[in-house]
C-alpha cells in the first residue's frame, strides 16, 4: 500500500480504531470525531467520502489529536466541549467532565421543584456550571446561584450560561456557603468532591482537577461540611441533594442524620449503584 492509500479517510480511521481499542471503549466513534475536528466536516461526510486523501496538515492535526487520546487524556478535554442535559458545554482542564450519572441529580431536584414556582436555588461547586444551567433552563422563573472556589472554572461556568442566554443564573467566587451566608434557599444541590485521598481509580482521572475529585482519607470531608452548614441557608423544610461514590449511600447517610437532616433517601443512578441522597432541613 502506498502513501495515498494510508492516508484515505477509510484506511485512516481504521489504523485510529485499532490503536484506540486499548485506551477506548468507544475507538471507532473517537477516532471519528477527531478526524472530523481535523479536516472540519461532519460524520456524515467521513460516511461519504472513504476514499478521500488527507493532506499532510490535515493528517498531522489528526495525529495529534490522536496521540492526546491515546495518552488517556479525556475526549472532552480535547474537544473542549461536552454534552449534559441537551447542553453543548464547555470544558477544560480546570472543571470536571460532566458524567451522565449526575442528571440524576437534576432530575431528582427537577422534582422537588413545582414548574411554576419562583424559588431560590443554590448550586455549590459549580464546575463547569452544568448542573446550575440544567436546572436554570428547565426552571426559568427560579433564581439559581452557582458558587464555585476556582476561578478558571467559574469563567467556564459563567460562559456557559452566557452562551445559553440564561438570565436567571447568577455566579459567586468562594468555598461552599461562604459566598451566599445570609441568604436563603429552597433547594441547594451540590456534586461535591468525593473520592478518597489514594483511591485507585485516580490514576484514571488524572487529567482532572483534583480538588474537584478528593475530599480526605475517606472521601467525605466535602459533604461532612456541606451537612454542617446547609442548614443554615435553607429555608424551613428545605431540601439538600448530594451526589456521592456509589459505596457512600450508608455514610452520606449517617452524616446527616447526625448534623439534624431527616427524610433522608437514596437514589440510584441507571447503572443502579446508590448516587444522590436526597434530605430536608430539620434542625434548628
Known sequence: MNQEDNRRIDAVLDDAV??????SESARLD???LLCRSIDVSRSYLFAHPEDILDD???DRFETLLERRLGGEPMAYIMGTREFWSHELLVSPATLVPRPE?????ELALREIPRKAEWQILDLGT???AIAIALASERLLCEVTAVEINKAALAIAEENARQLSLGNISFAHGSWSEPVRGRLFDVIVSNPPYVRAGDEALANLRFEPVEALVAGEDGLDAIRALAADCGQILREDGTLLVEHGADQA???TTILEAAD?????????????P???VARWGGK
Open 250 to 252: 450508608d455514610e452520606v
Open 18 to 23: 485499532t490503536r484506540l481499542a486499548t485506551v
Open 31 to 33: 477516532a471519528e470525531i
Open 261 to 273: 437532616w431527616v427524610d433522608i433517601s437514596s437514589h440510584n443512578d441507571f447503572a443502579g449503584h
Open 127 to 129: 464546575g463547569s456550571g
Open 57 to 59: 496538515a490535515a493528517f
Open 275 to 277: 448516587r444522590v441522597t
Open 102 to 106: 449526575t442528571e440524576l441529580l437534576v
